[in-house]
Each structure stands twice: as C-alpha cells, then as structure tokens.
C-alpha cells in the first residue's frame, strides 16, 4: 500500500478538471442569479401556446412546458430566488448557530449544559422534519423555507462554535491578553472570532450544498415559491404532470439542481482539504 | 444496572425536549392555525368573532402559554397530541396508522442501503485495483449531493414508463415497494458507505493489523475478519440517523410515488398547518431515534466486550465525531 503523500498527489490530479468545472459552473449559476438576461432572452413567466412541450433543441434547450414557456429560461431566471433562498438559509444557520455556540462556550456552566441539550434535540429530529415543523408554524414562500433550512442546519454551527471558542478559551494568547487587561468582550473580537472563523466557514460552504437540496426539496413539496414565479424545486414538481410524455421538464431542471450541489460539494470540500492541510 | 438506568433517564429527558422544542415552534411561532381551519372549512373571511372564539376555546389557545404547555406535555403522555386540525381525527392514531406501509418501505430501503453502501465501503477499501476504488469511494459523495424527489422522478421515467417494469405509483403488492426504497436507500446507503469506509480505512491503518498481517493471515482474512469486524461498531452509531433520515425521507418519496404512509400524512398536514398532527410525526421521529440509540448504546458492551466496563463512553465520543 503506498504511504498516503504519494495517494493524495494521485487523488488530486486527475480530479483537478473536475474543481475547474465546479467552479466555472458556479460562476455561471452566479451569473445567471444576477444577470438572467446573459443566458437567455425568452420570458420566463408567458409562453408561447403555440410550441407547448417541444422537446430540448438548439431554439429551446431545456424543451418547453405546457404553456409553452421555455424551461432553460425558467431555470436560469429561478437561480436568483433559489440562490438567495439558499443564502438565507446558510446566513441563518451561521449567524444564529455561532451566537448560540459563541455563548454556550463562553459563559459556560448550567447555560452551557442547557444551550448544548437543547441542540442535542436539534439534531435528534431529522433535518426536513424540523424545517417542515417551522414552516408549518411560520406559513408558506420562500423566505419561510429558507428561514426553516436554516434552522434545522444551526445545530452543527452551534457545536462547532462552542468548541472552537473552549479551544481558543484555554490558550496561551487568551490568557496573556486576560492577564494584560483586555476585557471579555475584547477578547472576543480579536481573539476568539478570528480564530473560529476559518472552521466555522468551511463548514458554511459545506452547508451550502445541503441547503440547496433541502431547500428545492421543500419548494417541491409546494411549500415555496408560488407557481408562475420560477424556483428549481418547484420547476421539477411542476413537470411531474409530464413525466410520460414531456422528460426534459424534470429531468433537466432536476439535473441543474443535482450539478449545482456537486459543484459545490466538490468546492467546499477542497477548501476543506486545504485547511487541513495547513494545519 | 445504575447505567442502564442512567442512559434511560438521559432518553426520557430527550424525548421530553422534543415535545417541549417542537411545541416551541409549532405553538409559539406566529401564526395561527385557527384562522387557517376557519378559513379552510368554513369559508374564513365570513366566520363570526364567535365563531373564532368558540375555536380557539376548543383548540385552547387561549390558555396562559405554560398553562398549555402543562396540559399538552400531560395530554402527550398519554399518547394524545390533539386532535388533527384539518379532519378531526385523533391525531396520534392518524400517524400510527400511516406507519406500516412507511415501515415497509423503509425496512426494504435499510435492506437495500446496508448491502449496497456497506458493499461499497468494504469493496472500495478491499480492491487492489485503483481505478476501481476510486470509483466505489466516489459513488457515496454523490449519492449524497443528489435530490431524491428528482431521482425518484428519473427512476419512474425509465422503469414505469420506457422499460414498463414496474409500477410508477400506488401502494399495492411488492412490485410498488422497489422504487420507493430504492430512492430512498440511496442517500442513507451514501451515509453508510461513508461512514463504513472511512471507518475501515482508519482500522487498515492501525497497528494491530501490521501485526496480523505479519503472522501471516490473509489479505481476506485481514479485511473481513479483523478490520471490518471493528470497524462496523462504529457504524452502528449510525441507527439513529438512519431510521430519522428513513422517516424524513419518506415525506419526499411518498409525495412523489403517491404512496399511503407517515411521509405522505406529515406532507398533508404540512400544506393545511395541521399544528398537532406536524407534532406528533416529530415526537414520534424523536422517538425512534432516542430508541434505537439506547438499544445500540446497550447493545455496545455486549458486541464489544472491551467496553463492558465503561458503557456509554466509547459512544458519546463516536458521536461527537460523526
């Protein structure tokens, strides 16, 4: 068996184009959020009656639906709602999971032991249970979705915060800092935050993908977007009516969805391989 | 004795804080379930402020929220979560009932998820043929990255409607069960395979197994009868994310294959705010999870006889790594 330097050269190369094609169609997706009309200059909402479920070709690529409205056109100009809903999602998660974790670890005792039971629970209940528990309490659209994704993902912040912050908490720097004066809340800005911040938004990245698929998987639900507005999730529900008959409206917005979350995933996790390789 | 007592506690007190953070959510969120079943059944805008008040009575939201809290908790012990806003229904009996098909198909996809994300681990790690471990160990990432509504919906394309082998929905005989499992094995079986290969990849690395290996025995012998041996208890930590990802699955595999079952009932309560019904799909959720947890934690001591003494160790810290 070859030693595990020798095995990562050998990982890594051939996969390299695989990171460049990750990045490259984010960056288009990126795009497509910002600037719809770059991709495509068909409507996204009205449809042409007339060339109703046309199959994918070089005047339609994704095919059309059955008002006639061009799918392509529907994916790209739903990247914008899918991309900020899963924004959203990963802020929630991050802002609202750190604070708890930053507080837990850092004043400790009872509120600690309480803090950390209670995200104990967070992680016992499945991770579409929970956003579908806080959807069903805050009401339907995206913004709830997303507000619901974010929830049901805070928990692995919340305890990877509260461990960073024990670990900077104890060491050598902190104390010396403590010792020269510096107060708690000093302390936590210039030593604790910075020094959580690197793992805290590796595992964001990594969030990033699960928000996508958790996130399209309640807008398929119907718990998001309503009809005519385009969203990736909802895109799929919406050709299932079809399946016989019309392929390409699911498969393929179901396919941007599926490319969108590799792409990630294989991005995150080469942030993930450099840091710990730093290390 | 005094630890199996003390793991008990510790599942009842988590089983506690899934009713107490579920009816955090679902009763003291904004948002009003009378004014949605109002507005559902009896054409809403036109119901009188009696009306709402004699609902809101019934539904007893208008208690001091602990006093709620108080009766619910009790109410719940008793294995009552209200009735179902939307039908009327008891609604603890309207999920239990929903459960054997979910079962069904859930024990056929932990059937499916264990042989093939367990095959793939073990044959990843086992192969001496680089290409084809690389491509084993590269299947569970993306299992995990694909949204299995799409892939449920991809499955019935080609096997219901190109191939015609098998039924593209309902719930009846076994042929019906294939799909559904088979899409929702998918992401569990990629959490499998993860865990497991990684999980084998540390065991072929310690020293234990330089050491049988030196004495002779078998690249085989060393794989199946030592590596893997230890490195499917850790595994086992899984059981409780699984039958969660399961029963959260189904609420995706259910709407797509139109399937009767707790996934399809959660989803129906869902999209009306069906406040207790939502409740009683999430302690039930706990429950299991809290279960099975306990069953393996109990079980540890007795598979690994190195951790009779100290139960519960070993896996708290398992899990704090998962």
Request: no cysteine.
């Amino acid at each position: 068996m070859p030693d595990s330097v020798t095995r990562r050269r050998t990982w890594s190369l051939p996969r390299q184009p695989g990171l460049v094609l990750s990045a490259v169609l984010l960056a288009a997706v990126l795009l497509a959020a910002v600037a719809p009309g770059v991709f495509t200059g068909q409507d996204p909402i009205t449809g042409v009656p007339a060339e109703r479920l046309r199959a994918p070709s070089p005047a339609h690529l994704f095919g059309t639906d059955e008002t006639g409205r061009d799918v392509f056109a529907r994916v790209v100009h739903g990247a914008s709602l899918s991309l900020r809903a899963t924004v959203l999602a990963v802020l929630v998660a991050l802002v609202a999971g750190a604070a708890i974790g930053l507080l837990a670890g850092f004043r400790g005792g009872w509120l600690d032991a309480v803090v950390m039971r209670v995200v104990d629970v967070l992680q016992a209940v499945p991770a579409i249970l929970l956003s579908l528990a806080v959807v069903t309490a805050l009401g339907f659209g995206t913004t709830n979705v997303a507000i619901a994704v974010g929830v049901s993902n805070l928990a692995a912040f919340a305890r990877l915060m509260r461990a960073e912050v024990l670990r900077v908490r104890s060491s050598v720097f902190v104390e010396s800092a403590r010792a020269s004066g510096v107060r708690w809340p000093g302390v936590l800005a210039r030593h604790v935050l910075p020094n959580a911040a690197g793992p805290v938004l590796v595992l964001a990245t990594l969030t990033f993908g699960t928000a996508v698929l958790e996130v399209s998987a309640l807008s398929f639900l119907g718990f998001g977007a309503t009809p005519p507005t385009p969203e990736w999730g909802a895109l799929v529900a919406g050709g299932r009516n079809f399946l016989a008959t019309a392929w390409w409206m699911t498969t393929l917005p179901g396919l941007t969805v599926a490319a969108v979350v590799l792409a990630t995933n294989r991005l995150s996790r080469a942030l993930d391989g450099e840091r710990s390789e730093l290390r | 004795m005094t630890a199996v007592i003390r793991r008990l506690a510790q599942a009842i007190v988590v089983l506690w804080a899934a009713f107490t953070l579920s009816f955090v959510i679902l009763y003291l969120l904004p948002g009003d379930a009378v004014l949605t079943k109002l507005g559902s059944a009896d054409g809403g805008i036109n119901a009188s402020p009696e009306q709402i008040a004699q609902v809101r009575a019934e539904y007893g939201v208008d208690d001091p929220v602990l006093v709620q809290y108080g009766k619910r908790l009790w109410a719940a012990l008793h294995g009552d979560f209200g009735r179902s806003i939307a039908t009327g229904d008891d609604a603890t009996h309207q999920v239990l009932s929903a459960l054997p098909p979910t079962l069904a198909v859930s024990g056929f996809a932990l059937v499916l998820a264990v042989v093939f994300g367990g095959g793939i681990a073990v044959l990843g790690t086992y192969t001496r043929a680089r290409w084809l471990s690389h491509l084993l160990l590269s299947l569970p990432p993306l299992g995990i990255s694909l949204p299995s509504f799409w892939v449920g919906l991809l499955l019935i394309q080609v096997f219901s409607f190109q191939l015609g082998l098998l039924p593209a929905l309902g719930s009846t005989g076994f042929a019906s069960l294939v799909l559904p499992s088979v899409t929702l094995a998918l992401p569990t079986g990629a959490i499998i395979g993860q865990v497991l290969a990684k999980s084998l990849r540390t065991q072929l690395a310690q020293p234990y197994v330089e050491i049988v290996r030196a004495k002779g025995a078998s690249r085989r012998r060393v794989h199946f009868g030592h590596a893997l041996r230890n490195a499917a208890l850790p595994a086992l930590t899984l059981v409780g994310v699984v039958a969660g990802n399961l029963l959260a699955g189904s609420v995706i595999t259910e709407t797509v294959f139109s399937r009767d079952g707790v996934g399809r009932v959660t989803a129906a309560a869902v999209s009306v705010q069906d406040i207790p019904v939502v409740q009683a799909v999430i302690v039930l959720a706990a429950f299991f999870f809290v279960t099975l947890n306990l069953v393996v934690d109990l079980l540890y001591p007795v598979l690994d006889p190195r951790l009779a003494r100290v139960p519960g160790e070993l896996t708290r810290r398992e899990r704090s790594h998962a």
